[in-house]
């Protein structure tokens, strides 16, 4: 099993009502949260790592979380509030987000939870990212809790940067560079390198990144599909993206990320850390190509609302 740690969230996504005036549909969201969705969709045995409230939008995710097959022992509930999120999509670039999420439930994790995933025999990899790494004091929790896993546990990271939720740019990305040097595997979006490194090249970056400890790092380009990196050096030629009508592009990193930890457990590579760093490029290609699919078929919806395995070509 793997388990994806961090927040969860409703996204108020762009609509219309009825008359045609500018509204607003709520989601279930939150980039770990949408990581084990697209998984469980998909067939994988995943689990979720997250504190969420008892009100409302806490039980629709918990709702969510029982349908798309993703198991929950490892949530924790509180009174607190939910984050809430609210998404514009620009016609050209990428989506932007507002929180608003203060003293809500899926900041407030404790440690003392946390640890209970490392406990667990099955859970063989544990996923992280996004803003719960970047916030006080959930980001902390989550911290101590990828150091202790690395020792015997696959680790996989997405930074998936927020930058209206980082407060100290240089705190974070002395951070990251912690992160990316305890990680497994990492992806990361090439807008996301671009923040952090506006002045290099940022295929560079994930090159160098790849000679800090991971065993791959991979780039994702949008339309362009994704590179990766192993060892400093490109492993295969660049995997193209595939011709989809984008309706919008929200989740589909999240879809991305989740699918390609799906191929990779059913190709029998997240059993344990030596199994998952001797895997072949042939292996990584293969998950790799499967998450550009899913995630193809994530654009050609409204918000993040993955594929499920038999919506799949094939299937």
């Not at 969860?8 to 990581?35: E, K, M, Q, T």
């Not at 709702?63 to 514009?88: I, M």
């Amino acid at each position: 099993m793997f388990i994806s740690c961090g927040e969860a969230l409703i996204d108020f996504v762009p609509a219309r009502s009825v008359d045609g005036d500018p509204a607003y549909r709520p989601c279930v969201g939150g980039s770990p949260f949408n990581v084990a969705m697209t998984a469980g969709r998909l067939g994988a045995s995943v689990g979720y790592l997250g504190r969420l409230s008892t009100d409302m939008f806490g039980d629709t995710i918990m709702a969510e979380l029982a349908r798309s097959r993703v198991a929950d022992r490892f949530v924790e509930r509180s009174v607190d509030p939910s984050t809430l999120s609210f998404v514009s999509l620009p016609t050209d670039g990428e989506p932007r987000y507002a929180f608003f999420g203060a003293g809500a439930a899926d900041r407030l994790l404790s440690m003392v939870h946390a640890r209970t995933v490392l406990a667990d025999p099955d859970v063989t990899c544990l996923h992280f990212g996004s803003f719960s790494l970047a916030v006080a004091p959930v980001g902390d929790v989550l911290g101590r809790l990828m150091a202790e896993a690395t020792s015997n546990r696959i680790v996989s990271l997405d930074p998936n940067i927020r930058p209206g939720l980082i407060e100290d740019r240089d705190r974070y990305t002395r951070s990251l560079a912690d992160w990316v040097g305890q990680a497994d595997i990492v992806k990361v979006s090439q807008a996301d390198i671009e923040w952090l490194r506006p002045d290099a090249d940022p295929l560079s970056v994930a090159r160098d990144w790849s000679q800090q400890g991971p065993t791959a790092v991979v780039v994702t380009r949008g339309a362009e599909g994704a590179v990766v990196y192993r060892n400093g050096e490109s492993v295969f030629d660049r995997r193209p993206g595939k011709p989809v009508q984008v309706i919008d592009t929200v989740g589909a990193g999240d879809s991305f990320q989740g699918a390609m930890l799906v191929a990779l457990q059913r190709d029998g590579l997240l059993k344990d850390k030596a199994v998952f760093r001797a895997m072949d490029d042939a292996g990584l290609a293969r998950a790799v190509d499967f998450a550009i699919s899913v995630a193809g078929i994530t654009c050609g919806r409204q918000g993040a609302d993955p594929p499920w395995s038999e919506d799949l070509p094939n299937n």
